[in-house]
């Protein structure tokens, strides 16, 4: 047989369900005190800081982290929930979710343990933002393409060069990046980049925005101009990050934020056709949310296996592809039924906004983060076939 | 599921290894395998594995019969195991015992109905019943005018008109007129044909996703053999996306049914999360079944379409047993009734549940 690909049924266990109520009853909260409002997922607010503070405040970032850093040593199955909890009532993560899903673990496995202690503690306060420096004008999904240069110099390294797409560089306080610090070898074109902590709003750093089709600017242009990083800030092994990339792939592809992002057109779209629909508005609805059922418990059991200590790299690549796809598609199979929706319904006006916004949010969730054809070349890898 | 972690599995799979090989079956005109597979598997004990000792089967958990029906989806089985499973099941729940020999499961659509009569007997006309040509009883749900009942009926009493599915199997017609059942009990208060119809509709979906695997299994090994322009087809990028893409059903599927089963298997009633569960899996594996069939055939071209070639032992069988205990659209509405009824801001909370 082929390697097998293993989804099991994971539960999750009870005390889950209590924190669960927490989380709903603190977003609650916020949204009655006006720190977002759940139906404008467009709104002008997502840099929240005074929120991420309060999040960390109740022990929701790092949770998973051990405590002298701050942590909570909390599983990643609590960590679902809370990060479910939070995307499904759109509340404003963007200042500390990088942190907390990719950054802070990379910190934790090759940081110095003085910069552990300085940093790993404010991020579980909600204090800190975090980008991540991996595309260049030409190297996107070919990541070992990267051409930004960290030369050496007394106690450290100069950098200079740009990277680009950088979610969140305009409000960031860190960015984890990887910089050429070697040429490639003959036998091996991934050798020679090096994993760099940087510290943003320093002289030869500099942040262009970059306009998105949805009107947002959340994505950069990071500018290095002989910037000076410490020998300390290096993260890993010298010329060795593509060693260090692919583990925290599963954490980063399988989470509930790869399919959940234009969920709130279904909720809307349920409200629209309210309790006694057409068949074809019944149909529709039920085959999306079984669909959703289906990727969620998907995404459940790879949690569950990175809870186990497993590694599923060909796991978390499939509910990314499958997840990411259905999200992408999603506005469109409700615009399809809110052609049918009574023009008295009470919702429409805030379902109308909603689909213009996810519609042109939908063409970046299959390139985030892996695009769907790096994606598939890892299954196919995972299949036996390259 | 795709390892054998129980006994009942593994017994299975080395009955299906040795008497139900699929290119042994395939080249096999006559059915001749049919028989010595059958003995096998009831001395074995499994076709009655839902029935408790003191009904006269074997007593396995819920659980124990979803993955041995997952392993029996990877096999493509061709005879009754499901439904006899599926019918012992039924007449346990009104603690009526099982009689040797094939039997299966009427209605088989939640849009047919059978009848109890004021006088006892049973009547009605119910379309696509898997294997009714084949069994010797029938495991009937039936409606009267004080409820839901249980019934086992002699499958001499019905007048069947035989048919086949598009995977070849049998899939009859059968009408009980005014039919005098053998034993009929009132059925328990938690059951009724909804439920008969959600639990036929897991026992497809573990069929269905356990022929995916198989696809899959033998389109990647068909790739790494097949050359052509002077290299393995597996090289070629489209070719890998569209294996990736049918892995991707194929896993879809796996979790849709295992969470179903799981579900069920531990559930103490039937409530709207267990609903939630059992109809997505119907869905979803239907679903996948078409998206991930075509790959495969995709894949392995001219040779997958032969009538020699076993991979429509899988395809097509998966595209059958989609139709089996209501297809995909008629769960999708009833779902979607569901959700539009508990309203939108209780959608979350009930896909949370799970």
Same mark, same amino acid.
């Given at each position: 047989m082929t390697a097998a690909l293993r989804f099991d049924p994971i539960r999750l266990p009870p005390k889950c369900e209590e924190l669960r109520k927490e989380v709903r009853a603190f977003l609650a909260e916020e949204m009655a005190r006006g720190t977002f409002n759940p139906f404008k997922p467009n709104r002008e607010d997502t840099d929240a800081p005074e929120f991420s503070r309060r999040v960390g405040e109740r022990g929701w970032i790092g949770i998973t982290w051990p405590k002298k850093y701050g942590g909570h040593e909390r599983s990643f199955l609590e960590r679902y929930v809370v990060t479910e909890e939070m995307r499904v009532a759109n509340a404003p993560t963007r200042r500390f979710f990088v942190a907390d899903r990719q950054s802070g673990p990379i910190l934790l496995k090759y940081a110095p343990e003085h910069i552990k202690m300085d940093i790993l503690p404010r991020i579980c306060r909600g204090e800190l933002c975090f980008a991540i420096g991996m595309s260049e004008p030409n190297s996107g999904s070919d990541l070992? *393409? *990267?051409?930004?240069r960290a030369t050496r110099t007394d106690g450290g390294y100069l950098i200079n060069g740009t990277k680009i797409w950088t979610s969140s560089a305009h409000i960031a306080d860190y960015m984890i990046a990887i910089f050429r610090t070697s040429q490639p070898t003959k036998d091996n074109r991934r050798h020679g980049l090096t994993q760099f902590l940087v510290k943003m709003k320093q002289p030869g750093i500099k942040v262009n925005p970059i306009g998105q089709i949805t009107g947002q600017y959340e994505f950069n242009e990071v500018v290095f101009t002989d910037h000076f990083i410490p020998d300390d800030h290096v993260l890993g092994e010298v010329d060795g990050a593509w060693k260090q990339a692919t583990s925290e792939l599963a954490y980063e592809r399988s989470g509930p934020e790869r399919f959940l992002e234009t969920y709130y057109v279904l909720t809307e779209l349920v409200r629209a056709v309210?309790?006694?629909?057409?068949t074809r508005s019944a149909e529709g609805i039920g085959r999306l949310v079984a669909q959703l059922h289906t990727m969620r418990r998907m995404s459940v059991s790879v949690a569950g296996m990175l809870q186990a200590g497993k590694e599923p790299v060909v796991e978390a690549s499939i509910v990314k592809d499958i997840g990411t796809v259905w999200e992408q598609q999603l506005p469109h199979r409700v615009r399809d039924l809110a052609a049918f929706v009574e023009e008295t319904a009470s919702n429409r006006e805030t379902l109308e906004r909603q689909l213009d916004f996810a519609i042109k949010t939908a063409p970046k969730l299959t390139i985030q983060g892996g695009t769907t054809e790096v994606l598939r070349g890892i299954i196919a890898r995972g299949l036996g076939l390259r | 599921m795709a390892e054998s972690d129980n006994i009942i599995v593994e017994t299975a799979e080395k009955i299906f290894a040795d008497l139900a090989d699929p290119q042994t079956i395939n080249n096999d005109r006559k059915d001749a395998w049919k028989a010595p597979l059958w003995l096998a598997l009831s001395e074995a004990g499994l076709p009655l594995a839902w029935v408790p000792d003191d009904l006269g089967g074997s007593g396995a958990s819920l659980a124990d019969g979803f993955a041995l029906l997952n392993a029996a989806g990877r096999f493509a089985i061709a005879v009754p195991l499901a439904e006899t499973m599926l019918a012992g099941w039924l007449l346990a729940q009104a603690k009526i015992a099982s009689p040797e020999g094939e039997m299966t499961v009427l209605p088989a659509s939640p849009k047919d109905r059978i009848t109890l009569n004021p006088d006892g007997s049973l009547s009605g006309r119910v379309r696509g019943v898997p294997f009714a040509k084949a069994a010797k009883h029938f495991a009937v749900l039936a409606h009267g005018t004080g409820g839901v009942s249980i019934a086992l009926v002699d499958a001499g009493k019905a007048k069947i008109e035989a048919g086949l599915n598009v995977g070849y199997d049998d899939s009859d017609v059968v009408t009980l007129e005014r039919a005098a059942p053998i034993t009929i009990k009132p059925a328990p208060k938690h059951l009724d044909q909804t439920t008969v119809m959600l639990m036929g509709g897991v026992v497809r979906s573990l069929q269905i996703a356990g022929a995916l695997e198989s696809m899959l299994d033998i389109s990647v090994r068909y790739s790494n053999e097949r050359v052509a322009f002077e290299k393995k087809i597996s090289k070629f990028q489209a070719v890998q996306h569209n294996l990736a893409k049918l892995a991707g059903e194929s896993a879809a599927a796996l979790a849709a049914a295992t969470s179903a089963a799981d579900a069920i298997a531990s559930a103490t009633a039937f409530n709207d999360a267990v609903y939630l569960e059992a109809a997505s899996a119907k869905i979803r594996c239907a679903e996948a079944a078409e998206k991930g069939g075509a790959i495969a055939h995709q894949v392995h071209g001219a040779i997958g379409f032969t009538i020699e070639h076993i991979l429509h032992r899988y395809s097509l069988r998966a595209l059958a047993w989609r139709d089996d205990f209501g297809s995909e659209s008629y769960w999708a509405v009833e779902l979607g009734k569901l959700v539009a009824n508990r309203g939108a801001d209780e959608l979350w909370p009930l896909v949370a549940s799970r």
């Amino acid at each position: 047989m082929t390697a097998a690909l293993r989804f099991d049924p994971i539960r999750l266990p009870p005390k889950c369900e209590e924190l669960r109520k927490e989380v709903r009853a603190f977003l609650a909260e916020e949204m009655a005190r006006g720190t977002f409002n759940p139906f404008k997922p467009n709104r002008e607010d997502t840099d929240a800081p005074e929120f991420s503070r309060r999040v960390g405040e109740r022990g929701w970032i790092g949770i998973t982290w051990p405590k002298k850093y701050g942590g909570h040593e909390r599983s990643f199955l609590e960590r679902y929930v809370v990060t479910e909890e939070m995307r499904v009532a759109n509340a404003p993560t963007r200042r500390f979710f990088v942190a907390d899903r990719q950054s802070g673990p990379i910190l934790l496995k090759y940081a110095p343990e003085h910069i552990k202690m300085d940093i790993l503690p404010r991020i579980c306060r909600g204090e800190l933002c975090f980008a991540i420096g991996m595309s260049e004008p030409n190297s996107g999904s070919d990541l070992f *393409a *990267a051409k930004t240069r960290a030369t050496r110099t007394d106690g450290g390294y100069l950098i200079n060069g740009t990277k680009i797409w950088t979610s969140s560089a305009h409000i960031a306080d860190y960015m984890i990046a990887i910089f050429r610090t070697s040429q490639p070898t003959k036998d091996n074109r991934r050798h020679g980049l090096t994993q760099f902590l940087v510290k943003m709003k320093q002289p030869g750093i500099k942040v262009n925005p970059i306009g998105q089709i949805t009107g947002q600017y959340e994505f950069n242009e990071v500018v290095f101009t002989d910037h000076f990083i410490p020998d300390d800030h290096v993260l890993g092994e010298v010329d060795g990050a593509w060693k260090q990339a692919t583990s925290e792939l599963a954490y980063e592809r399988s989470g509930p934020e790869r399919f959940l992002e234009t969920y709130y057109v279904l909720t809307e779209l349920v409200r629209a056709v309210g309790n006694d629909p057409d068949t074809r508005s019944a149909e529709g609805i039920g085959r999306l949310v079984a669909q959703l059922h289906t990727m969620r418990r998907m995404s459940v059991s790879v949690a569950g296996m990175l809870q186990a200590g497993k590694e599923p790299v060909v796991e978390a690549s499939i509910v990314k592809d499958i997840g990411t796809v259905w999200e992408q598609q999603l506005p469109h199979r409700v615009r399809d039924l809110a052609a049918f929706v009574e023009e008295t319904a009470s919702n429409r006006e805030t379902l109308e906004r909603q689909l213009d916004f996810a519609i042109k949010t939908a063409p970046k969730l299959t390139i985030q983060g892996g695009t769907t054809e790096v994606l598939r070349g890892i299954i196919a890898r995972g299949l036996g076939l390259r | 599921m795709a390892e054998s972690d129980n006994i009942i599995v593994e017994t299975a799979e080395k009955i299906f290894a040795d008497l139900a090989d699929p290119q042994t079956i395939n080249n096999d005109r006559k059915d001749a395998w049919k028989a010595p597979l059958w003995l096998a598997l009831s001395e074995a004990g499994l076709p009655l594995a839902w029935v408790p000792d003191d009904l006269g089967g074997s007593g396995a958990s819920l659980a124990d019969g979803f993955a041995l029906l997952n392993a029996a989806g990877r096999f493509a089985i061709a005879v009754p195991l499901a439904e006899t499973m599926l019918a012992g099941w039924l007449l346990a729940q009104a603690k009526i015992a099982s009689p040797e020999g094939e039997m299966t499961v009427l209605p088989a659509s939640p849009k047919d109905r059978i009848t109890l009569n004021p006088d006892g007997s049973l009547s009605g006309r119910v379309r696509g019943v898997p294997f009714a040509k084949a069994a010797k009883h029938f495991a009937v749900l039936a409606h009267g005018t004080g409820g839901v009942s249980i019934a086992l009926v002699d499958a001499g009493k019905a007048k069947i008109e035989a048919g086949l599915n598009v995977g070849y199997d049998d899939s009859d017609v059968v009408t009980l007129e005014r039919a005098a059942p053998i034993t009929i009990k009132p059925a328990p208060k938690h059951l009724d044909q909804t439920t008969v119809m959600l639990m036929g509709g897991v026992v497809r979906s573990l069929q269905i996703a356990g022929a995916l695997e198989s696809m899959l299994d033998i389109s990647v090994r068909y790739s790494n053999e097949r050359v052509a322009f002077e290299k393995k087809i597996s090289k070629f990028q489209a070719v890998q996306h569209n294996l990736a893409k049918l892995a991707g059903e194929s896993a879809a599927a796996l979790a849709a049914a295992t969470s179903a089963a799981d579900a069920i298997a531990s559930a103490t009633a039937f409530n709207d999360a267990v609903y939630l569960e059992a109809a997505s899996a119907k869905i979803r594996c239907a679903e996948a079944a078409e998206k991930g069939g075509a790959i495969a055939h995709q894949v392995h071209g001219a040779i997958g379409f032969t009538i020699e070639h076993i991979l429509h032992r899988y395809s097509l069988r998966a595209l059958a047993w989609r139709d089996d205990f209501g297809s995909e659209s008629y769960w999708a509405v009833e779902l979607g009734k569901l959700v539009a009824n508990r309203g939108a801001d209780e959608l979350w909370p009930l896909v949370a549940s799970r």
